[in-house]
């Protein structure tokens, strides 16, 4: 019986039109094909940096080097709330706050907007009895953190997107 319910699972999941997204071949194959051709634009500061390289991370895994008939730009937003607060008004604890909104673009001489989006996610850090230094690396992590999360929240909204609409072939 125990060995019976994976297959059984796997069988329900088949019937009702489960599909990975992202897939290396069959059906979901169309996902990391659009996903590799596209170019991620530039975006300023560090924050932006951390966001883009993550995203580069998730939409190459075609490989480096491939044709790119699409450009995500990218508009990011980070703001703070110091949430933890004492009597004599120091802050605690702070909570960062990671906006993106993204827009597909297609990079041929109509240079149509495909798609677009927004992410969010929030984390935060401890800031009490931190001196300056280690306050900082704390910020610098949550800002990674936040970085990644946003990016794994657009690969997903566009390995969606290349679901639905697959890429014409090379």
């Known amino acids: ?67 790119h008939r699409y450009r995500l730009v990218t508009n990011l937003g980070l703001s703070s709330d110091a949430i933890g607060v004492r009597p004599d008004t120091v802050p605690t604890y702070v909570r960062l706050i990671g906006t993106a909104q993204w827009t597909l673009i297609a990079e041929d001489a109509t240079g149509a907007t495909l798609a677009h989006g927004t992410a969010r996610d929030v984390d935060g850090y401890d800031v009490l009895n931190q001196q300056y230094f280690a306050a900082d690396l704390s910020n610098e992590a949550v800002e990674r953190r936040i970085a990644s999360g946003l990016a794994d929240q657009i690969g997903l909204q566009l390995a969606l997107y290349f679901q639905k609409h697959p890429p014409p072939p090379l």
Request: charged share 15%.
């Open 1 to 67: 019986m125990n060995r019976a319910f994976p297959v059984l699972a796997l069988l329900l999941l088949a019937g009702c039109g489960f599909r990975p997204v992202y897939a290396t071949h069959g059906a979901s194959a169309p996902a990391l094909a659009g996903m590799s051709q596209i170019d991620v634009a530039l975006i300023p500061d560090r924050f932006g940096q951390l966001t883009r390289e993550a995203l580069q991370a998730r939409l190459e895994r075609g490989g480096p080097g491939r044709i």
